[in-house]
């Protein structure tokens, strides 16, 4: 699915204009990205939840420096699936299974 | 900091709230605008198991097979039914808007543990005494160059500059095939024995002991050029696999994509056998277990008749970059299979994996076990 054909979708069940549907959606993306950004987490009914996890500092080998490094910390997002989206998706696309 | 241990969040309300005031919107159309999207996701997973939003990320369905597990409340053995698994996959943008707070932190190189923490058998080491050691009778060679009783090592002279040149690129290349070489050596003395002892330990000692033995040799030809031109010539032709000759660089045009036949599994055969007769090298078994993961649940288990996709490898001495991430990714697949039924393994084909492509290691960092990584990562 395309950008375009999920702005197209969105206006068309929210009856909103494309205009300002592209505006909501952008939105939406702006509120989750902030708050993935200051760490913290929300639950969408529905689709699931995010959070961030925060790997800690570790020490690899790098091969080409010859040396062992310092990973520094990282902070990722994570997203866990609501049941109930778990549920309905569970067999799609493998009805043979 | 404390706020991420916590792993703090924001209510539904809040978001919406904070979506409404920004797009000037009631809370109601919001929360309506909200749920036309995640069903728009939800029917989009389900029509094509993919939905990508664009700056944000991507929605996924991923098939998990049917696998073995335990009841934890009966202790009885069950199987697990094959089924998807949603995942979310943030793009750049949010990755690095997440990630900020430590963006600007780098790696940093611990010069004090450099040799300290190398184990004595690490084959990069021995590689690199060997590699010194060439140079050695280069320069011990101009002394006794005017002695026209030693033509071969007048010989080999050019050869071992041009190699020395290459070394370090190639050094590295030397030392990933020792390892890939040792490590499957030992998964597959873990495979056919199913131990319940650790055989691993034996063998390292017998690859140190190995290389002590190589290593003395080539000390000791420092008088003689000839006889060391001889020992360098064959010390890289020990480590496995050898190098075939002065074009053993990778290919920097690589195919991004292997072409696959079709193979007849006739009884008797294993995924190390079809790998040694259909791609040259039997090390690279993990490749077919992973494009044939819907069909082999175990990859131990080979069912007679059936078909598999088998890749052609053009050289299995000189795997494109392409191919070892392939490569390795099959062995991340054998390292999750192995988490659930054979967890005392699973490390060894973690450390294949970073043997392969330790960028594909960094990358999955995330959903592998702490202490396996730790033990993936030493080398």
Do not use: C
Not at chain 2, 61 to 74: A, D, H
Not at chain 2, 242 to 254: G, N
């Amino acid at each position: 699915m395309k950008k375009k054909q999920l702005i197209d979708k969105l206006s068309e069940e929210t009856g909103m204009s494309k205009t300002r549907t592209e505006e909501m959606l952008s939105n939406t993306k702006n509120a989750l990205t902030d708050t993935l950004s200051d760490g913290k987490g929300v639950s969408i009914p529905d689709l699931g939840t995010f959070s961030t996890k925060t790997n800690e500092v570790r020490k690899i080998y790098n091969p080409h420096h010859e040396a062992y490094m310092m990973v520094p910390p990282k902070r990722i997002v994570e997203f866990s699936p609501s049941s109930g989206l778990k549920e309905k998706l569970k067999f799609v696309g493998r009805d043979n299974e | 900091m404390w706020a991420e241990i916590m792993s703090e969040k924001i209510t539904f309300k809040e978001l919406v709230e904070k979506i409404a005031e920004q797009s000037q919107q009631s809370y109601s159309s919001t929360n309506n605008f909200i749920q036309e999207l995640v069903e728009i996701i939800e029917s989009g997973l389900s029509e094509s198991g993919s939905v990508k939003i664009s700056g944000f990320g991507k929605f996924e369905l991923r098939w998990m097979k049917e696998r073995p597990g335990i009841n934890p409340q009966t202790g009885e053995e069950i199987t697990i039914p094959g089924q998807n698994k949603v995942v979310f996959k943030p793009y750049k943008a949010l990755r690095q808007k997440v990630n900020k707070p430590y963006s600007k932190m780098s790696a940093q190189i611990l010069e004090g543990e450099l040799q300290a923490q190398k184990k004595p058998s690490e084959e990069d080491e021995s590689l690199e005494d060997i590699l010194i050691e060439r140079e050695s009778p280069i320069q011990s060679h101009t002394d006794s160059v005017k002695d026209d009783e030693k033509p071969l090592a007048l010989d080999n002279q050019a050869n071992l500059t041009k190699e020395v040149d290459k070394s370090s690129s190639m050094k590295w290349s030397y030392a990933a095939a020792a390892i890939i070489v040792l490590l499957a050596f030992m998964i597959m003395i873990f495979l056919m024995q199913q131990p319940s002892e650790q055989p691993s330990e034996p063998a390292l000692s017998e690859q140190t002991e190995q290389h002590e033995e190589l290593d003395s040799p080539v000390t000791d030809t420092e008088e003689d050029p000839a006889a060391a031109a001889d020992q360098t010539e064959d010390a890289p032709a020990d480590a496995p696999p050898p190098p075939a000759d002065e074009e053993a660089v990778p290919d920097e045009d690589s195919p991004q994509e292997l072409e696959l036949i079709s193979h007849n599994v006739s009884p008797g055969e294993s995924l190390w056998t079809i790998a040694e007769s259909q791609l040259g090298n039997p090390y690279l078994w993990p490749l077919i277990y992973y494009l044939n993961q819907d069909l082999l649940d175990n990859p131990n288990q080979l069912f007679a008749d059936g078909n598999l996709e088998i890749p052609t490898i053009s050289d299995p001495e000189n795997l494109t970059d392409f191919e070892q991430e392939q490569v390795a990714l099959g062995y991340f697949s054998l390292y999750q299979w192995a988490q659930t039924n054979a967890p005392d393994e699973a490390r060894y084909f973690l450390w294949a994996v970073g043997a392969f492509s330790l960028d594909l290691l960094e990358e999955r960092a995330s959903e592998v076990d702490a202490e396996d990584l730790q033990f993936a990562t030493q080398r």
